[in-house]
């Protein structure tokens, strides 16, 4: 039952990945013939300062994002995991960011924080009238927040889903010892919620690596570099100046880094998957 699975990963997974790692070794312009060119792609990417430059951007969009998403979501999945019905109204309202389009988002936020015309000047609250996408940590603060909105409503899903599996007995026993919400949040849920951080965490962060429409829309990577994150430089490597070769490259070194991530937070999990079913039992 698993061949069909395993046949479509290979057909639009593995190989694909086999073919961008064979162009990384090529001279490609997209449209002229391919010529073999052996490591220069490799060498002229490794040699290029703005290399460094673009991961440290993408490392803190991902660290950064997780640090604002991660506590928003394991709070709001508590708060929806509740049996009331006007919960279950409001986990529908809070999923509606996830099912709008990245470029959609990323144009309405553009128009909304226009500083001539957007709801700043709209309103006329001058907090609100700055030059957002316009200064290089205000269009990263940008970013950060408009990543977060998008996502929050998937991984508050997964905790909402990882709460609703933890026994009722364990809060009814803490609470025959008098303990309170924070209390059993602190010391139930929480230690509770371990493998569904895990794999809440590795979703969060090796995506947060293929970001790339939301902030092409947004910034296009500006001001300057601020927002210039490695799949964005991919994309004007090969698309833009028709360098195939340098954005296979990268894109070869993206795959590495988000397997090296997910392996290292698997590891911080600790545990086997049996353990992880035994949890909460």
Same mark, same amino acid.
């Given at each position: 039952?698993? =061949? !069909?699975?395993?046949?479509?990963?290979?057909?639009?997974g593995v190989i694909p990945l086999i073919g961008v790692l064979a162009l990384s070794f090529t001279s490609w312009d997209g449209l002229g013939e391919i010529q073999v060119s052996g490591f220069d792609s490799w060498r002229?990417?490794?040699?290029?300062?703005?290399?460094?430059?673009?991961? #440290?951007?993408?490392?803190?969009?991902?660290?950064?994002?997780?640090?604002?998403?991660?506590?928003?979501?394991?709070?709001?999945?508590?708060?929806?995991?509740?049996?009331?019905?006007?919960?279950?109204?409001?986990?529908?309202?809070?999923?509606?960011?996830?099912?709008?389009?990245?470029?959609? *988002?990323? *144009?309405?936020?553009?128009?909304?924080?226009?500083?001539?015309?957007?709801?700043? @000047?709209?309103?006329?609250?001058?907090?609100? =009238?700055?030059? #957002?996408?316009?200064?290089?940590?205000?269009?990263?603060?940008?970013? *950060?927040?408009?990543?977060?909105?998008?996502?929050?409503?998937?991984?508050?899903?997964?905790?909402?889903?990882?709460?609703?599996?933890? !026994?009722?007995?364990?809060?009814?026993?803490?609470?025959?010892? &008098?303990?309170?919400? *924070?209390?059993?949040?602190?010391?139930?849920?929480? !230690?509770?919620?371990?493998?569904?951080?895990?794999?809440?965490?590795?979703?969060? =962060?090796?995506?947060?690596?293929?970001?790339?429409?939301?902030?092409?829309?947004?910034?296009?990577? &500006?001001?300057?570099?601020?927002?210039? =994150?490695?799949?964005?430089?991919?994309?004007?490597?090969?698309?833009?100046?028709?360098?195939?070769? !340098? @954005?296979?490259?990268?894109?070869?070194?993206?795959?590495?880094?988000?397997?090296?991530? @997910?392996?290292?937070?698997?590891?911080?999990?600790?545990?086997?998957?049996?353990?992880?079913?035994?949890?909460? @039992?």
């Amino acid at each position: 039952m698993a =061949v !069909p699975a395993l046949v479509l990963f290979t057909g639009f997974g593995v190989i694909p990945l086999i073919g961008v790692l064979a162009l990384s070794f090529t001279s490609w312009d997209g449209l002229g013939e391919i010529q073999v060119s052996g490591f220069d792609s490799w060498r002229a990417v490794l040699a290029d300062p703005g290399l460094p430059h673009a991961l #440290w951007v993408t490392f803190l969009v991902m660290a950064l994002s997780w640090a604002f998403q991660t506590p928003l979501s394991i709070l709001l999945g508590v708060f929806l995991a509740g049996q009331q019905r006007y919960r279950a109204v409001l986990s529908v309202l809070y999923f509606i960011p996830l099912l709008l389009s990245s470029a959609a *988002i990323a *144009i309405t936020y553009k128009a909304l924080l226009d500083p001539n015309f957007g709801l700043g @000047a709209g309103l006329q609250i001058p907090l609100l =009238v700055q030059d #957002w996408l316009g200064e290089p940590v205000l269009a990263f603060g940008v970013v *950060i927040f408009v990543v977060s909105w998008q996502f929050i409503p998937f991984h508050s899903l997964i905790y909402q889903g990882g709460v609703r599996q933890i !026994p009722r007995s364990m809060y009814e026993a803490a609470e025959l010892d &008098g303990a309170g919400r *924070i209390r059993k949040f602190f010391s139930i849920t929480l !230690p509770q919620l371990k493998y569904t951080v895990i794999t809440s965490s590795t979703l969060m =962060v090796v995506g947060s690596l293929t970001f790339f429409d939301l902030i092409f829309v947004l910034t296009a990577g &500006g001001p300057g570099d601020a927002t210039r =994150v490695l799949a964005l430089d991919m994309y004007k490597r090969g698309f833009q100046a028709n360098l195939m070769g !340098p @954005a296979s490259a990268i894109a070869v070194i993206l795959v590495l880094v988000g397997l090296v991530l @997910a392996l290292l937070l698997r590891r911080i999990g600790g545990g086997s998957d049996s353990d992880s079913q035994l949890e909460g @039992a």
